[in-house]
Nanobody, 122 residues
Framework: VQLQASGGGLVQAGGSLRLSCAASGRTFSRYGMGWFRQAPGKEREFVAGISWSGGSTYYVDSVKGRFTISRDNAKNTAYLRMNSLKPEDTAVYYC????????????????WGQGTLVTVSS
C-alpha cells in the first residue's frame, strides 16, 4: 500500500488542523493505521492509532482529549483531527499502515507515507 499524507501547515496555538492520509490499493480496510510525529532533534513518536475496523483507537497521553484519529474505508483515507494545538505539537507528521490490522505496535507498521509539517506558533 502507498500512503500520501497531507493537511499540514502553520497554525496559531489553540488552533486546529486535520491531517489526511490517502492510501492506494484495494486492501486499505485490512490495515491498522497510525500517525507518528518527529520534532527537530527528537525521535519519532507514536501519536495515534486505529484498528482496521475503526473499533479501537489509541493515543499517546500528550494528545488525549485534543486529537482524534478516524478512518473512512470507503475513501481509503485515515484522518487525524488536531484541536487545541500547542507549540510542542510542532513536528513532521507521518502516517503508517500496519498489516496486522491493530494499529498500535510500532514494529507492526510496515508502510509509511512521506511527512507533512505542522508548525504551531505561540
Amino acid at each position: 500500500v502507498q500512503l500520501q499524507a497531507s493537511g499540514g501547515g502553520l497554525v496559531q496555538a489553540g488552533g486546529s488542523l486535520r491531517l489526511s492520509c490517502a492510501a492506494s490499493g484495494r486492501t486499505f480496510s485490512r490495515y491498522g493505521m497510525g500517525w507518528f510525529r518527529q520534532a527537530p532533534g527528537k525521535e519519532r513518536e507514536f501519536v495515534a492509532g486505529i484498528s482496521w475496523s475503526g473499533g479501537s483507537t489509541y493515543y499517546v497521553d500528550s494528545v488525549k482529549g485534543r486529537f482524534t484519529i478516524s478512518r473512512d474505508n470507503a475513501k481509503n483515507t485515515a484522518y487525524l483531527r488536531m484541536n487545541s494545538l500547542k507549540p510542542e505539537d510542532t513536528a513532521v507528521y507521518y502516517c503508517a499502515a500496519d498489516s496486522t490490522g491493530r494499529g498500535l505496535v510500532l514494529r507492526d507498521f510496515d508502510y509509511w507515507g512521506q511527512g507533512t509539517l505542522v508548525t504551531v506558533s505561540s
